[in-house]
Each structure stands twice: as C-alpha cells, then as structure tokens.
C-alpha cells in the first residue's frame, strides 16, 4: 500500500480526540449479560449506551460520495479488519452485520482511527463516532473521536465475482472471491506489495491480437499488503503472472485512483505458470533466436548496471539465459553501442562456460549514434557466414539493423537474419504531428516504426531467405506489423505459437508481443517450430540484476529476470551442411 499524507487530518483528530477526552464519562449501570448481548467491561458500559446517529449505509449512500460529508455521525458495526498500527493503513473496518434493502449502498466504513484505539480487533462489536468524508475517494470517518467495544458480532465475507456491478457498492465490505483469478500484473510488488489479478485469465494487449475488449479494467482487481511501508524487508508472496489465486477474501479499500483488497487472511496461488528450465525444445538442424539484453553495458553507471556488482550479476543472469536459449546464432538487442568492447565480453563469459570458441560475434558495419546498437552472435561449428555483414544505412532507422547471411557449415541452403530493434513507444515527441499519440493504443512513434517497417521490406527484397527478427516495439496487430505481413514477411510466432502463449513483455498489466520473426515465401517453408520462453516478462521486477527496486538479498544467478522481454526461438530445417 502506498503511503497516504493525512497529517493534517491526523493533527485535526488528536486535537478534538484531547476535547472528548477532557469530558467527563456519564455513570451507568454496566449491561447484564445475556446470550445475545456478551457482557461489556463496566468503564465502557456509560458509553455504549450513547447510540448510533446512523446506519453505515446512511453514510455511505447510493453515490459515489457520502451525503453527510462534513458532519459528525456516530456507527454501529462489527470490525472486519484491523490495520491501526501507523505502518499499516491507520485505522479499521467495521460493517453493519444488517444490511439495508438497498443493493446500491454499502454496508462496510472505515475508520481513520491512527493507533489510538488498540483494544479493537476484528470480531468486536464497536460504536465509532467520527466526522463523515470523502477522503481522495475514499468514504471514510476521520477523524474518529470516539470507539467503543460493546460486544461481539459475526459478519460473514460477501461474495463477489468479477466483473460485478460496480466495486463503490461494496466498498469497505468484507469480500470473498469464488472465482479463481490470474495475476496479470506485479510492477509493484517488492515497492507497495501490491499484486493485481484479472478474471478470465491474463490480460492482454488491445492492439495484440483480435478480439481484445479495450475496456478490460472491471475484469481485475489490486490486491494490496495493508501496509504503507516501501520496499518492505519481508515481502508479500513473490508472484509469477499467470499464478492463479484462490479463496481471495478482505476488506476492500480505496486509494490512488483505484479500489484495493486488503486480505484478512493469507492469499493462497496455484503455480498455473510454472517456471520452465529450458524453452520449449524447436525442431530441425538449425536453431535462431532473438534476445533483448536490457541494456548490456560495460560502462558502469550508464544505461545498464549502475555499480560494478550489478554488472557482474547481470552478466551472470545473460550467460545463463544463453546459455538455456542454446542456439547456432542471436541476434541481440540493447548491446552497448561501444565497438565490440561490451558484445565481446558477453561473448566471452557464455564461452567461458560453454566451451571456447563455441560462439563468435559479428562486427556491425554501421551501428548508429544511438547508445545501443544491435548485434548478432553465433556458433562457427554449426553456422558459416556468407559474404560480409551489412547495414542500412536509411537515416529513418536510429538503431541500423544489422544484415548477415548465413548457411550450414559444409555448405547448403543459406538464409539471411536481418536483425531490428525499431523506434521504442516512449519519449513523445512535442507539438504533435503524426509521431504524436493518437489515442489508438500504438503509442507515440508510430508512423516512424512504420516508415521503418516499409524501409526494411525494401531491404529484404533481394536477400536470399530473409529472415527478420527483433524487438520491434509493436504489438501483433498494430500498423508497423501489417506493414511488413502485407508485404509477404509470415508472423512465426502467430503461425507456431499458441495464443495464450504468444507474449514477449509485460506493460501496464497487459500481456503482448514486441518481440518479432517474420519469414519471407521461401524460408517459411523451412520453419519447423517456434516458441517463446517465458523467462522474464512473468517475472517480478525486483528479481532482476539492474534496475529500480533490484533486492540483491533474492538474486539468484540464473537466466530468469535477466531481461524485460523473452527470447524468440525459432527451428529451421535447412538442406545441405554437415549431418
């Protein structure tokens, strides 16, 4: 949970707090105990007598917003969750066991009460008096001057399944869910704890596929840690989008422009998306793929590691994704634009472990300016090149691809990867103009990307078997795509893999593919298999070697989380070469 700044309504309540205190309690017999009325310390007794001005649902009401805000009322309710120590939310939930006729109220408040009232926990049958507000959304009392304990009560979790009939109806309530949901997205998980799951699996890109409702928002819901802690030392379970959880049940809160779970017990995920070791195994005698490196510099402090250590850990996290990748040639992306210093020590620590001289590395002709160049790797015993490499040198492409021929070693068929890493979403460019964000899903760029894309079919026209490949920052049905299927270049990964596998990175909640292969006529023949494997885009941030949030205490180094994106792994089945 994110920190709320309520000091100011914080120095307001220990002020009238002080007020109420100052006057003296009325004298009154204490309440005999009965079966259904549990017997109350004598102290509270006096004020337990004092009764409620309204119903829960009186202050809460039919709207968006309380109608009594600003006035003092008084409650009566059973707590459902407790969250007062000031580390936590500051305060409790209470609920009216009764309901009222009207679905379109809420039956649960919570009361802004700090840590002042500590014999309250859940169960407890409470009085609270406090001042009725709309705090940033959030119909609360606050600040709470009065909270008597008078018993106890039972309220049992309502349930509900998403998507429902609107969330402000059931604000403050305690809620269960019956419906399995998926995690579909964890970007704040090791900051604020948070963990936000969907109903009717992951959700994915609008522009990635057909089919994608563009107003998908109702189907989720942010499973917070009732915390306001960040970067807490212990954290919430660590989640894999695509986990699945169970008999979700909480309190459901407000803050940050969107409703929260708070749970009331443990939240329980089934491993529905296991971490696989190796990538699904492609067939033939040749194996391709595409990586994005996350910004692989040697120069500490720049665009990669920001410390020695972080370098040699993300190292590490490379070699191992390489290594489980395992194939003749890759073509890499986010290599630091540094001649051959940062592509060849990568290139070294994967054949320190894996045997010497098994991979070589190409020298890009034509790099760019930009501080990150493309690049192209690969194994001489299983591949040889053909001719010299080649790079577009169109002043539209600010990261030039790179374009190598190769064959089998021994001879045979040749094809041609032409590696890409088109203009990124990001950076909007000012004034408008087509490069602007037209509110189409594509983000800002578009029009470059696709003046790239049609820079590249002109590029393929004349390569033997082309083969295009790379971070292509568009998702699977956006304009740069079409340019280059329209043009006679296959989508391997729509044609091999299945749709709810089909994704490369993970972007505001939502699943996509910015990671591409596309096959020209005659090189599609060859293709055999293609498969994505899901080692980072699943993952917590925080689990990786660079980057905001990194926790070292849980690095591991292993190839999950060494990038932001999956690697593309594609199996071709080429005539000719060595057996």
């Known amino acids: 949970m994110r920190v709320l700044p309520r000091a100011t309504l914080a120095a ?56 009594l805000a600003g006035q003092t009322v008084r409650v009566e309710g059973v707590v459902t969750g407790d969250f007062q120590r000031s580390d936590q939310l500051s305060g409790f939930f209470l609920q009216d066991p009764k309901p009222d006729a009207d679905p379109a109220t809420s039956e649960g408040l919570f009361a802004f009460a700090r840590d002042t009232f500590k014999d309250v926990k859940p169960g407890d049958r409470v009085l609270v008096t406090g001042k009725a507000v709309e705090y940033n959304g959030w119909t609360e009392l606050s600040p709470v001057t009065a909270v008597d304990v008078c018993g106890t009560g039972t309220v049992p979790a309502r349930p509900y399944t998403l998507p429902g009939d609107g969330l402000e109806r059931v604000e403050n309530m305690l809620l269960t869910f019956p419906q399995p949901l998926t995690v579909t997205d964890h970007y704040n998980l090791g900051r604020f704890g948070e963990v936000t799951v969907s109903a009717g699996g992951r959700l994915f890109q609008p522009t990635d596929r057909p089919g994608v ?47 929260r779970l708070q749970p009331t017990r443990p939240v329980s995920y089934l491993d ?55 194939a003749d040639a890759v073509a890499l992306m986010e290599v630091e634009n540094n001649g051959q210093t940062a592509l060849q020590t990568l290139v070294d620590a994967v054949n320190a472990e894996v045997g010497a001289g098994t991979y070589a ?60 890493h088109l203009k990124s979403k990001g950076s909007c460019p000012a004034g408008g103009g087509p490069d602007a964000d037209q509110g189409d899903g594509q983000g800002c760029w578009n029009a470059t990307r696709v003046k790239q894309a049609q820079a590249l079919l002109g590029l393929v026209e004349d390569l ?69 494997w899901h080692i980072n885009a699943d993952e917590a941030r925080f689990l990786s070697a660079i980057g905001q949030g990194t926790r070292p205490d849980l690095y591991e180094p292993n190839a999950y989380r060494s990038s932001d994106h999956d690697p593309v792994i594609i199996g071709l089945t080429l005539p000719g070469g060595k057996s």
């Open 213 to 259: 409702d563009p107003d998908q928002r109702a189907r989720t819901l942010l499973i917070d840690d009732g915390s306001t802690r960040q970067n807490p030392a212990t954290l919430p379970p660590v989640v894999r989008t695509g986990e699945v959880a169970v008999g979700l049940t909480g309190v459901l809160g407000y803050g940050f422009d969107t409703y």
């Open 361 to 420: 590395a190409l020298t890009h002709p034509y790099p760019g300016t930009d501080a990150i160049q493309v690049a192209l790797i690969y194994k001489p015993a299983k591949l040889e090149p053909v001719g010299e490499p080649r790079a577009s040198q169109d002043p539209v492409f600010s990261r030039p691809p790179l374009i190598q021929t190769f064959r089998r070693t021994g001879g045979g068929q040749p094809f041609t990867m032409v590696v890409n």
């Open 464 to 532: 033997p078997n082309p083969l295009v490949l790379g971070d292509l920052n568009a998702y699977g049905e956006e304009d740069p795509i079409d340019t280059l299927e329209a043009g006679g270049l296959t989508s391997l990964t729509k044609r091999f893999v299945p749709a709810p596998l089909r994704y490369s990175y993970l972007f505001d909640g939502m699943s996509g593919e910015l990671d591409h292969a596309l096959a020209g006529q005659q090189l599609l023949k060859r293709v055999t298999s293609t498969t994505i």
């Open 272 to 326: 529905a998306n296991p971490r696989l070791p190796k990538p699904f195994p492609v067939v033939g005698n040749v194996k391709v793929a595409s990586f994005n490196t996350l910004n692989w510099f040697t120069t500490v402090g720049s665009r990669g590691a920001s410390n020695a250590e972080e370098q040699r850990r993300q190292l590490a996290k490379l070699v191992a994704a390489l290594k489980g990748i395992d």
């Open 12 to 67: 307001l309540g220990a002020a009238v707090l002080s007020a109420v205190l100052a006057v003296p309690a009325v004298a009154a017999s204490p309440a005999p105990a009965t079966p259904d009325a549990p017997a109350v310390p004598e102290a509270a007794a006096a004020s337990c007598d004092t009764p409620a001005t309204h119903r829960i649902s009186q202050v809460q009401g039919s709207g968006d917003a309380t109608p």
